[in-house]
């Protein structure tokens, strides 16, 4: 029941399968062989002149999703709701998740969006964070904690924090 409702909602990837073989070669190198992956990487970035211990540059996380969104080969559609999440600022995204996380029961769908998932689980690891230093532990260890005080703490984090 719940795929269906995040179907619905444009938050669940769906990957669709390619027939495309160099496609698919890349994705098994990327997921089943990381050291031959990693191995050939190497090898392109010295072919390609660059120093193979420089800085690996930065990856676009978010142009990557929307380009596979536009090719097909992911479907989350950008509804309004996801537009604008997207814009929303930092205060009124952090209050957002800390609804989200007070609510087991009424989950905001819009954050399981593919463009959303990693400033949501920064938002979150930030929570986190914040609530085992109040409550005087490490967050490591706020999984412990009595599952009602970190809810409580997290929904007046979420509020206090700026």
């Not at 031959?36 to 676009?60: C, F, K, M, N, Y």
């Not at 463009?115 to 690891?125: C, D, F, Q, Y």
Request: glycine share 6%.
């Amino acid at each position: 029941m719940r795929v269906a409702e995040l179907s619905a909602a444009g938050a669940l990837p769906d990957r669709r399968p390619t027939r495309d073989t160099q496609t698919q070669a890349r994705g098994w190198l990327g997921k089943y062989f990381i050291e031959e992956r990693s191995a050939l990487v190497s090898e392109l970035t010295q072919a390609d002149g660059h120093s193979r211990d420089g800085v690996a540059p930065r990856i676009d996380f978010r142009g990557r999703i929307e380009r596979a969104i536009v090719r097909g080969q992911l479907t989350a559609s950008v509804n309004e709701t996801v537009r604008e999440t997207l814009s929303l600022d930092d205060t009124r995204f952090r209050a957002r998740v800390a609804r989200d996380a007070a609510r087991h029961h009424e989950r905001d769908d819009a954050l399981c969006h593919p463009l959303l998932l990693n400033r949501w689980t920064r938002e979150l690891n930030g929570m986190r964070t914040h609530v085992a230093e109040r409550i005087g532990t490490s967050p490591k260890r706020i999984a412990r904690v009595d599952a009602a005080r970190v809810r409580d703490l997290a929904a007046s984090a979420g509020s206090r924090r700026s």
